[in-house]
């Protein structure tokens, strides 16, 4: 039965959609997209009210080690989260844009860290950036579009 719970909370392509966290994740990325173009995952935590804003600033400033830190959830459901940004993103025709996220204030400019583990796949998964690449605002994109 474990090993059942475990497949199921595996999230695909084919399944992301019907997530629990994704009617949260969708309305955290339309209300993103309808003020302009860039959809971060530091702005979809905070739209999902995992994040607050005054955390992530004393993290861009080198006040908290790193941003899971102060971030509300598991971290299997962070990683969840993330993935499920990233099927959706794709759904919407938004292209992948890596980021690199500095601290803020004087002194050397350090690369910040999102996770305690420094983990590359998941430090690359919280600073990619998604990306309208068309001219106007965002749309949701046709049939089409989508096969594209």
């Known amino acids: 039965m474990a090993l059942e719970t475990a497949r199921a909370s595996v999230v695909s392509i084919a399944t ?6 994704y009617p949260r994740i969708e ?3 339309n209300a993103i997209l309808a003020k302009g173009k860039v959809v971060a995952p530091v702005d979809v935590l905070i739209g999902m009210d ?3 804003p005054d955390q992530l600033e004393e993290w861009r400033r080198g006040q908290v080690p790193y941003l899971e830190r102060v971030i509300a959830g598991s ?5 969840r ?3 499920i940004l990233r099927f959706h993103a ?3 025709n938004l292209k992948p844009s890596a ?3 500095l601290r803020h204030g004087s002194g050397a400019k350090q690369r910040l860290r999102f996770t305690k583990s420094a983990d590359a796949k998941l430090e690359e998964a919280y ?6 690449p068309a001219n106007g605002p965002f749309h949701r994109p046709t049939q089409e579009e989508s096969r594209e």
């Not at 992301?16 to 966290?21: F, G, K, N």
């Not at 971290?75 to 990683?79: D, E, F, N, P, Q």
């Not at 600073?127 to 309208?132: I, K, P, Q, Y």
């Open 50 to 52: 995992l994040l607050k």
């Open 27 to 29: 309305r955290a990325v």
């Open 90 to 92: 794709h759904d919407l």
């Open 16 to 21: 992301y959609h019907a997530d629990p966290l």
């Open 99 to 101: 980021t690199i996220y």
């Open 127 to 132: 600073a990619t950036h998604f990306v309208w």
């Open 81 to 83: 989260l993330l993935r």
């Open 75 to 79: 971290l299997s459901r962070l990683s």
